[in-house]
């Protein structure tokens, strides 16, 4: 697993290397190729996509900037918590030799 490393350059590129993972792992879950998920990572992946499309936020979307800010934040915490995930799951994509 690679080691956080320090600069918004490598942290941009780290949030979009993690997403590009998450698109991946739905792909592959949804086609029944892998199934090595936390129970608890897809709930909190579940959860953390219905707050988004629910219309009824924390703090509410009308407001310029400061409503999508909870918004940005809980889709971060979530990537964060499923980072491990998706780490497990690219290190068996590179082991299978999928792409």
Do not use: H
């Not at 900037?65 to 290190?91: H, N, P, S, T, V």
């Amino acid at each position: 697993m690679p080691q956080p490393t320090t600069g918004s350059t490598n942290l941009i590129r780290r949030l979009f290397e993690d997403l590009r993972l998450l698109l991946l792992l739905i792909r592959d879950y949804s086609k029944g190729r892998y199934r090595d998920v936390s129970p608890i990572s897809a709930v909190v992946f579940i959860l953390s996509v219905a707050y988004l499309l629910i219309p009824t936020d924390l703090i509410g979307d009308f407001i310029p900037g400061l409503g999508q800010l909870d918004d940005a934040a809980l889709f971060l915490g979530c990537l964060y918590f499923l980072e491990k995930d998706l780490y497990r799951y690219r290190d068996w994509k590179e082991g299978n030799g999928r792409n």
